[in-house]
């Protein structure tokens, strides 16, 4: 969204800046003819050029032409530069999203190649014999499970990443309510909580507060950023979840007291570089894109904003409140 916005917005300000130059080039050349043609302010408006042209020299005839052609020659060219400007703006813009296809091929290459190999070699151990102790049997059999509940975690986050960026993907949308959504995330990942002794400190109203959305895509954007928080702090980490509702829209802000996001560190994009996602095991690298496509297609956004004290950063997520039919 952000960058189809970006593009519309260069292509309104390269339309501006060339019709103004073509103006400036038009206004150059009128005071250049004016010096030789007395009467060009009645040729500039062609109403009277027959009578004019009438009681013209030659000379100042092939003027008026030269004129004609010189207008059309800027107009043609301030096309022909608006054009050639855009078409490299888009030609860029295909390049870069080449790019970062092919980024994102060679991340997820990345991610599902250290596990493969972890479970080609113990699988192999295993079968050869190689490990005659039971305990030792045991270890290699979980360490296998668990890299392939990590390849399940990536394939599942890839395939909802994918479905959310595709053009001809509706999402289903009906009356949600928030409040319980947000109870329900926070109920399911208690456990997880307790384990890295997270404190929560939920905000919700008792009432109800409704949003147009897809339950399933909203639900799974607020679970992972309830993960992230629990997953990407150190432990004993505050962690808030409130909800603010406002006359046009509602807030979901999910706070913490854990560790500071670099501000130069773009973590809505996949795979971010920076992110430590992958490398500690507990993530894809996919989950904040997921829930800034989600948020997207809801019509809403999610920003990462400033927390006040304990929490040192906060999530909002910001979706069109329900109109009342």
Not at 147 to 175: I, V
Not at 289 to 309: N, P, Q, T, Y
């Amino acid at each position: 969204m952000k960058r189809k916005d970006g593009l519309l917005t260069f292509i309104v300000l390269r339309f501006i800046a060339y019709s103004l130059g073509t103006e400036l080039v038009i206004s150059i050349l009128e005071e250049i003819f004016r010096m030789f043609l007395p009467d060009i302010e009645q040729i500039l408006i062609y109403d009277s050029v027959p009578d004019i042209a009438s009681r013209m020299a030659p000379a100042e005839i092939v003027l008026v032409i030269l004129w004609g052609l010189a207008e059309l020659i800027v107009y043609c060219a301030g096309v022909v530069l608006f054009a050639r400007s855009v078409h490299r703006r888009l030609q860029e813009q295909i390049r870069e999203n080449e790019e970062q296809r092919l980024q994102l091929f060679s991340n997820i290459a990345h991610d599902l190649k250290t596990p493969l190999t972890t479970i080609s070699g113990y699988a192999g151990a295993l079968a050869d014999g190689i490990v005659e102790d039971r305990d030792k049997q045991r270890e290699y059999l979980l360490t296998i499970r668990e890299k392939s509940r990590q390849m399940n975690q990536l394939t599942e986050q890839l395939l909802s990443y994918s479905k959310l960026g595709a053009a001809q993907y509706q999402p289903a949308l009906e009356l949600v309510d928030v409040a319980e959504l947000l109870r329900a995330a926070c109920a399911s990942l208690f456990g997880e909580m307790e384990n890295r002794q997270i404190e929560l400190d939920l905000k919700l109203p008792d009432s109800p507060v409704f949003c147009k959305a897809d339950s399933l895509e909203l639900d799974r954007a607020i679970g992972n950023l309830l993960t992230n928080a629990i997953h990407h702090n150190p432990a004993g980490t505050l962690l808030s979840v409130a909800l603010a509702e406002k006359p046009e829209h509602i807030l979901i802000q999910i706070a913490d007291s854990g560790t500071p996001v670099p501000e130069t560190m773009n973590i809505f994009e996949p795979f971010v570089s920076g992110s430590d996602s992958r490398s500690s095991g507990h993530g894809t690298g996919l989950g904040l894109a997921i829930v800034k496509k989600a948020a997207e297609r809801h019509g809403g956004v999610v920003f990462l904003s400033d927390a006040a004290a304990p929490y040192t950063k906060m999530f909002v997520v910001k979706l069109p409140k329900a109109r009342e039919e």
